[in-house]
C-alpha cells in the first residue's frame, strides 16, 4: 500500500490522528508562516491578495488526514486562516487531497490542479474552480463532475508514484502541465496538453526524465530572467527555463537551468549543469517541496519551500505542530547563467525594529568568538554581515577530487583551515555551550583561482542528543575580485535561514536549543583559521511578530 512505503508521505497510524491538547510554543517561529497546530507542506495572487493553499493534518502533527488548508495575504507577512479549501469528497480523492498547483488562465479564471487519492490508493489527477470566480478571498471551492478525474494513469504510468501537477503554461495553441512520477529508478516528469484546460492528453514522451534519480515530486518549470520575473507561459530568446524536481529518496529540491523546445515537447538542461542528485539546490539545508508562482503586481517570481521538523514525530505531536514554510523569496537568473539567485521578498523587513550596528573593521582573533548586537534578541532577528579577507597566499590547496561539499565539511570539520573556518554563530548561548555555526572556509585550486566552500554544523546546535543534527554543505560561486563575503541570517527560534553572496548559495537549519532560547540566545562571529580575517560590517534587528489571525 503507498502511504506505508514512500517516504515523502510516511503515515504514522498511532500519530495522525492524535491531536495536541495544548500548542508548545518554545521554539514556534515568531515570522515564518504556520498553521495554528499541525502538519504543512500552491501559491498565487488574485484580486488583491496573496493565496497560500498547503497541506494540512487537521486531526494531528503528523502526515495523514490531508486537506488543503488556505490562508490570504495582501502583503506576504501578515496572514489570515480560511477555512478549507479542498478536502476529500469524491470517489477520485476520498482518500486524501495531495499537492498541486493554482493556475491563473487569461480572464481571471482560476483553476486548481491537484492529485486525489481513489478507494484503492491510485494517484489521479483532479481539478477544483471557485464557487464564485468574483469572491477574491476565493472562500468555496467545487469540483467540477464533468472532466473529474482529469488524468488517469494510464498502462505505463506508475499508479502509486503519480502526483502533484505544475502551474499550466500555454505554448503551440495548448495548455501544458506536469505530473512527477517515476519509472523504476528513473524520475520522470510527464507531459500532458489541453486546448479546453479540462481534457488532457499525455503527450509522446516526458519533457524530461533522468535515470538512477528515483521518484519526482512536487516539479515545478518556469522561465527565468537575469532583471525580472517572469510569467508561466512567457518565451524569448533572453529567456532560459528551470526544472526543479524534489527527489524522494533524498528529500531535496533539485534544478537545472535549460532550454525549452515547445515545438518538440522537449527541455533540455544546459551542457555541463549536473542533472540529478548532484545538481543544483535551491537550498543545501532543510527545504523540500518548493513551489514558485509569479507576481503580477511586482513583476517578480516568488519561491516557496517547506522545512521539515528535525526532531521525533512524539515530539511533534506533543508540541502540537509540525513543518513551516520558510520565508517566500524572489528568483532571478544569475548574470552568469550559470544558477539562480534568491532573496527574501523585500516586505520581510516591514518586521524590522531598530536597527543595531556593530563596530565595523573588527580583527577576528583566532578561536576569540566575539558577541554582536547586544541591543537584539538573538533568537528573533535578521543578520548582515561582510567579511574581508587580507591574505590568499596561505590558502589550503583544494584538491579536483572534492565533488561533494557536504562531505568536504566532514573531512575538514575537525582540521583547522588557513582561511577559515569564519563565519557566525548563531542561537547562541552566553557560554556557548549551544550554538549554530554558519561558516565559510576558502581554498585555492590550481590555477589560483578560490574555491569558497560553506558549511553548518548543527550537531552543537543542542544539547538534545534525539533530534537529528545533520552538517550540510555547498559551493559558493563568488566573484571575490574584492576578497570579501556577505552573509545574511534570518533567525527566527528554530529556524536559521542563510543568503551568502546575496542570495547565490542559500542554507536552512532547523535547530532546537534548551539553553540559547528566547532573551538567551546570541550572535557571534568567529574565525578558527590561522589567517587572520576582518569582520568589515554587521548590522541586525529585531524581527517583530506579523499580525495573524487564529495563531
Known amino acids: 500500500m503507498l502511504m506505508g512505503v514512500q517516504a515523502s508521505h510516511m503515515v504514522f497510524p498511532e500519530f495522525q490522528s492524535l491531536a495536541a491538547t495544548t500548542v508548545r510554543q518554545l521554539h514556534r517561529t515568531a515570522y515564518h508562516f504556520q498553521p495554528p497546530m499541525h502538519w504543512i507542506n500552491g501559491p498565487m495572487y488574485y484580486k488583491g491578495f496573496y493565496h497560500l493553499f498547503y497541506q494540512y493534518n487537521p486531526k494531528g502533527s503528523v502526515w495523514g488526514n490531508i486537506i488543503w488548508a488556505h490562508s490570504i495575504s495582501k502583503d506576504l507577512v501578515n496572514w489570515e486562516s480560511l477555512d478549507p479549501a479542498i478536502e476529500p469528497s469524491e470517489p477520485f480523492d476520498i482518500k486524501g487531497t495531495w499537492s498541486g498547483s493554482a493556475t491563473l488562465f487569461p480572464g481571471d479564471k482560476v483553476v486548481m490542479y491537484y492529485t486525489g487519492i481513489d478507494a484503492k490508493e491510485q494517484q489521479l489527477q483532479n481539478y477544483a474552480i471557485p464557487k464564485d470566480p468574483l469572491d477574491p478571498y476565493l ?115 533539485y534544478y537545472t537551468i535549460g532550454t525549452y523546445f515547445p515545438d518538440q515537447d522537449k527541455y533540455v538542461p544546459d551542457q555541463g549543469l549536473a542533472d540529478g542528485w548532484d545538481g543544483l539546490r535551491f537550498d543545501y539545508g532543510n527545504f523540500y517541496a518548493s513551489k514558485s ?57 516591514t518586521l524590522r525594529g531598530s536597527k543595531i550596528d556593530h563596530m565595523g573593521n573588527l580583527k577576528l582573533e583566532t578561536g576569540k568568538p566575539v558577541k554582536l548586537f547586544h541591543g537584539i534578541t538573538g533568537a528573533q532577528a535578521d543578520v548582515v554581515v561582510g567579511f574581508s579577507i587580507p591574505n590568499m597566499d596561505k590558502a589550503e590547496p583544494f584538491d579536483p577530487s572534492w565533488k561533494d561539499p557536504q562531505d568536504l565539511c566532514f573531512k575538514k570539520k575537525s582540521v583547522q583551515g588557513a582561511i577559515g573556518p569564519f563565519g557566525l554563530m548563531v542561537l547562541a548561548s552566553e557560554k556557548l555551550e549551544e550554538y549554530t555555526p554558519v561558516y565559510f572556509r576558502i581554498f585555492k585550486a590550481k590555477d589560483n583561482k578560490p574555491v569558497v566552500l560553506m558549511c553548518s554544523d548543527e550537531e552543537p546546535s543542542t544539547l538534545k542528543t534525539d533530534v537529528y543534527r545533520p552538517m550540510y554543505g555547498a559551493f559558493v560561486d563568488a566573484d571575490f575580485s574584492d576578497k570579501k563575503l556577505s552573509l545574511r541570517s534570518l533567525i527566527d527560534h528554530s529556524v536559521v535561514e542563510n543568503f551568502a553572496e546575496g542570495g547565490k548559495t542559500v542554507l536552512s537549519n532547523r535547530v532546537y536549543p534548551t539553553i540559547a532560547v528566547l532573551d538567551m540566545a546570541h550572535v557571534f562571529a568567529f574565525n578558527n583559521g590561522t589567517e587572520p580575517i576582518t569582520l568589515e560590517h554587521a548590522c541586525g534587528w529585531n524581527m517583530q511578530r506579523p499580525q495573524r489571525m487564529n495563531n
Open 139 to 253: 472562500h468555496e471551492w467545487i469540483k467540477p463532475k464533468e472532466g473529474n478525474p482529469m488524468v488517469v494513469p494510464d498502462h505505463e504510468i506508475n499508479g502509486s508514484s503519480f502526483r502533484d501537477p505544475t502551474t499550466a503554461w500555454q505554448a503551440n495553441g495548448y495548455w501544458h502541465i506536469l505530473v512527477g512520477s517515476r519509472k523504476n529508478d528513473i524520475g520522470v516528469a510527464y507531459l500532458f496538453k489541453s486546448k479546453d484546460q479540462k481534457t488532457w492528453v499525455k503527450a509522446p514522451h516526458p519533457l524530461h526524465q533522468v535515470p538512477g534519480t528515483g521518484n519526482w515530486e512536487c516539479p515545478d518549470f518556469y522561465p527565468v530572467s537575469v532583471k525580472t520575473g517572469l510569467d508561466t507561459s512567457v518565451q524569448g530568446k533572453d529567456v532560459k527555463h528551470v526544472l526543479k524536481v524534489s527527489l524522494d529518496a533524498t528529500r531535496y529540491d
Open 293 to 349: 508562482f509569479f507576481d503580477p503586481v511586482k513583476h517578480r517570481r516568488i519561491l516557496w519551500g517547506w522545512s521539515n521538523e528535525s526532531d521525533t514525530k512524539l515530539d511533534d505531536v506533543k508540541k502540537g505542530w509540525a513543518g513551516i514554510q520558510l520565508i517566500p523569496r524572489t528568483v532571478l537568473l544569475d548574470p552568469s547563467g550559470k544558477q539562480l539567485v534568491q532573496w527574501p521578498v523585500e516586505e520581510i523587513e
